[in-house]
C-alpha cells in the first residue's frame, strides 16, 4: 500500500511540474538589432537569465545582436534557453 501511495505522490508531482511549465511561459523580446549589452538587460527585464551567444561574419558592427532563436514573441518558461548571434 505503501508503494502504491509513494508512486502517486510521485506522479502526481510530475504532472503539477508539467503543468507549471506549461502555465508560466512569457513571450521571447526582440533582441535583433541591439547590442549585447542591450539584449542581456531586455532579457534581464522580462525575466530570463540564460542564454548562449553564437558568433558569425556580419556586415553589422561587432557586437550586434543579428539573430535569435527562438524567434520574437515565441513563448517559453524563463529557464529555457535563447540564442543570440
Avoid at 30 to 35: C, D
Amino acid at each position: 500500500m505503501t508503494s502504491i501511495v509513494v508512486a502517486l505522490v510521485v506522479i502526481g508531482g510530475g504532472i503539477a511540474y508539467y503543468v507549471y511549465q506549461r502555465a508560466y511561459q512569457i513571450p521571447v523580446p526582440k533582441v535583433v538589432g541591439m547590442t549585447k549589452g542591450e539584449a542581456v538587460t531586455r532579457l534581464r527585464e522580462v525575466g530570463f537569465f540564460s542564454w548562449d551567444e553564437q558568433f558569425e561574419e556580419s556586415d553589422e558592427p561587432p557586437g550586434m545582436v543579428i539573430r535569435q532563436d527562438p524567434y520574437p514573441g515565441t513563448k517559453m518558461s524563463p529557464t529555457g534557453v535563447i540564442t543570440r548571434w
